[in-house]
């Protein structure tokens, strides 16, 4: 499985972004993709998770009720809506994906997921 974000950019606080992330490769039964971010000088931390076949999601407390991850099975691609962006949420994005269907708990961990993408930056300033 191969993996391409794309849709980073500039944003003033308070907008909006929609990152978007490709996926090669036959997808089985067992999916679940995520979407982590690292800011400088930081660790690479959970954003948001989900399942592929029945769309369950998970969310950091911190980005809770402003973004929303979503997928479309049919052209293998998986996006995150971000809204009410605010300067801390700065980092490079990346996609990532592991055969399972588990997204509780140490699903939120980085090491769980074998396939990465390259990753794209959000800079939210004004």
């Known amino acids: 499985v191969q993996l391409q974000a794309s849709g980073g950019g500039l944003v003033q606080p308070g907008g909006s972004l929609r990152l978007s992330c490709a996926a090669s490769g036959r997808p089985s039964g067992r999916r679940t993709t995520a979407w982590f971010r690292q800011a400088p000088g930081k660790e690479r931390e959970f954003v948001t998770a989900i399942r592929w076949p029945d769309g369950a999601a998970v969310y950091a407390d911190s980005v809770k009720g402003r973004f929303t991850i979503s997928r479309d099975a049919a052209k293998n691609m998986m996006y995150l809506q971000m809204n009410s962006l605010k300067p801390e949420d700065t980092a490079v994005y990346y996609c990532?994906?592991?055969?399972?269907?588990?997204?509780?708990?140490?699903?939120?961990?980085?090491?769980?997921?074998?396939?990465w993408g390259q990753g794209t930056q959000v800079t939210v300033s004004s």
């Open positions: 990532a994906g592991v055969e399972s269907n588990i997204i509780t708990g140490a699903m939120r961990a980085s090491n769980r997921y074998p396939y």
